[in-house]
């Protein structure tokens, strides 16, 4: 009894762990986001700080939460860093931060990282992504969209690999315009922020 005892107990450690890292990563999925908290948020200018958040009063504004239809203020982190809607709120973020930070490609590249990188710790995805065979897609009908906002994502870190670097390049092809005009072609770097939207939306399928 004594030797078949032991012999159990590596095998029920080996269990508490596996259940321990579940936990903890549907712990930080569910947990309210706390972007507003890190460094990096409170380091850049703040002319980009209210296309994240905005304070009135003693009431903070989730805004990327709200524009994912999120409930709750501040939002969940799997709502406040839905993969479906990454490429339209980056989109929406590099506009209001390019508007509001006179043209500065710099304050953009700066806030797009900060998200992404935020989202991609938040929902445990900084992992490399996976290079196995995908399994062969299903012939049968397809399944309807989520609509539930609160869903949780599906999709890998790469995800916000690939929108920030589409992205920058936008914002360093956008700098590069204006260093050789001597002046800001904000037409242009929206016509490329469509572009570049429309383009992670087709590949994000």
């Not at 908290?37 to 003693?58: S, Y």
């Not at 805004?63 to 929406?92: E, H, M, W, Y």
């Not at 290079?131 to 609160?150: N, R, Y």
Request: hydrophobic residues 40%; charged residues 10%.
């Amino acid at each position: 009894m004594l030797f078949h005892s032991l012999r159990i107990q590596p095998f029920l450690s080996l269990c508490l762990l596996l259940s321990c890292h579940l936990a903890f990563v549907g712990a930080q999925s569910t947990a309210l986001q706390s972007l507003w908290e890190i460094q990096d948020f409170v380091d850049q200018r703040e002319c980009a700080r209210p296309c994240f958040t905005t304070v009135n009063g003693l009431i903070t504004r989730d805004i990327i939460g709200q524009a994912n239809g999120c409930p709750g203020n501040p939002a969940q982190n799997k709502c406040f860093c839905r993969t479906d809607l990454t490429a339209q709120i980056v989109a929406s973020l590099s506009s209001c931060v390019f508007k509001g930070c006179t043209s500065s490609a710099l304050d953009v590249s700066s806030a797009i990282s900060i998200y992404t990188e935020y989202c991609a710790t938040a929902l445990g995805d900084d992992t490399a992504p996976s290079t196995s065979t995908p399994a062969p897609k299903s012939t049968g009908t397809s399944q309807p969209p989520i609509t539930d906002s609160d869903s949780q994502p599906t999709r890998t870190g790469s995800v916000f690999t690939s929108v920030q670097t589409v992205f920058s390049t936008v914002i360093v092809s956008q700098s590069g315009s204006q260093a050789a005009s001597g002046s800001s072609q904000p037409g242009e770097f929206f016509r490329l922020l469509i572009i570049a939207s429309i383009f992670l939306q087709v590949l994000l399928l």
